[in-house]
């Protein structure tokens, strides 16, 4: 099968991408409106960019149902900050109810009795059932349309994290305690550290 993706319905394009592009880390995004209103919601258009400056990005598309901007992007707009809490395969249920299209003001840590606790530096709080946050600042939002199918990338500095003191291990984050998940296409997801194998990284030979 060969195609030109511009020339697909943008769900048949979709159901392309992600089926190429996984298995996918997920975001679990905590913004709040100029009102003070939280919101939290999973994207797995997700990763990092960067370490000095610690740099990350995700990418919120058009809504599919009423073509309008998701909560997150229009927080993250007006606000200028957000935290990104790591998913472990414990609270998957609870990220997968984040994902239900509430209105603007109906806080989904109270849908699903998540924990707010507060942040160091940014006023969105973070999730207290997730291991890893990171808080970050808005450094710049890439925009690719308007229109269902189309997107933005929410680009961010972290500017603060936090670990677990249980998973924190000789600098390193134990990805065996923090059972991460990967989404998959569709409402499959896949766990990380379940099927893992080694491959020593090489160097040139003679350097
Ligand atoms: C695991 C998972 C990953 C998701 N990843 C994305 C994504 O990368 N981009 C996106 O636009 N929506 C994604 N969604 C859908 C959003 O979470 C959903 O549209 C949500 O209602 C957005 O909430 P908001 O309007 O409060 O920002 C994902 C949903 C799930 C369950």
Redesign the pocket.
């Known amino acids: 099968m060969k195609v030109d993706p511009g020339t697909l319905d943008w769900k048949d394009a979709y159901k392309l991408l992600i089926g190429s592009v996984l298995p ?1 880390p ?2 679990f ?1 905590s ?1 709040v409106d100029r009102d003070g209103h939280c ?8 990763t990092g960019i960067c370490a000095n400056p610690m740099m990350v990005c ?6 599919g149902t009423d073509g309008k901007k ?6 993250i707009e007006a606000t200028k900050q957000f935290v990104i809490n790591i998913v472990g395969e414990k609270i998957a249920a609870k ?2 109810d ?5 209105p ?1 003001e109906v806080d ?1 840590f109270v849908q699903t009795g998540l924990t707010k606790i507060p942040c160091e530096f940014v006023k969105p709080p973070r999730v207290k059932e997730c291991d890893v946050h990171l808080e970050c600042t808005l450094h710049e939002i890439v925009t690719f349309g308007d229109h269902p199918g189309a ?1 933005s990338l929410v680009i961010g500095r972290v500017v603060y994290l936090h670990v677990l003191d249980e998973l924190f291990e000789n600098g390193k984050i134990n990805s065996e305690k923090l059972r991460p998940i990967g ?1 998959m296409a569709g409402q499959t ?1 896949t766990r990380a550290v379940s099927d893992t194998f080694e491959l020593e990284r090489k160097k040139q030979p003679g350097k």
């Open positions: 996918r997920i975001a995004v913004t919101n939290l919601a999973p994207f797995s258009f997700f995700f990418a919120p598309m058009i809504r998701k909560d997150t992007l229009s927080n990220m997968n984040c994902a239900i299209e509430y603007p989904e997107g989404r997801y």
